[in-house]
Nanobody, 118 residues
């Protein structure tokens, strides 16, 4: 199993930036795709973005295209989410996830709160 821990959440004003990190507890023999999801109060958890093991393929939700960037450092077993031009509607708990491909995620972190003030 993969254990994931998110960090970097916090409070930021609209238009600002924040970078989230997600660290796996240990490397495994599997080359996992990684993704970010978010859940706003009273809403369903939604897909934000994902990246293949090699970093060669990425996918973004339309709502974050051009503003968010996902990247990874396999040597450090860490995935990042750079969030720019933040909006109030980006406020949510952000979850890191891992799985066999860009559309299947089996492992989840505990989440980190991101609050954007306007």
């Amino acid at each position: 199993q993969v254990q994931l821990v998110e960090s970097g959440g916090g409070l930021v004003q609209a238009g600002g930036s924040l970078r989230l990190s997600c660290a796996a507890s240990a490397r495994t023999n599997n080359r996992y795709a990684m993704g970010w999801f978010r859940q706003a109060p009273g809403k369903e958890r939604k897909f934000v973005c994902a990246i293949s093991w090699s970093g060669g393929s990425t996918d973004y939700a339309d709502s974050v295209k051009g503003r968010f960037t996902i990247s990874r450092d396999n040597a450090k077993n860490t995935v990042y989410l750079q969030m720019n031009s933040l909006k109030a509607e980006d406020t949510a708990v952000y979850y890191c996830a891992a799985g066999p491909n860009l559309s299947t995620f089996n492992y989840w972190g505990q989440g980190t709160q991101v609050t954007v003030s306007s």
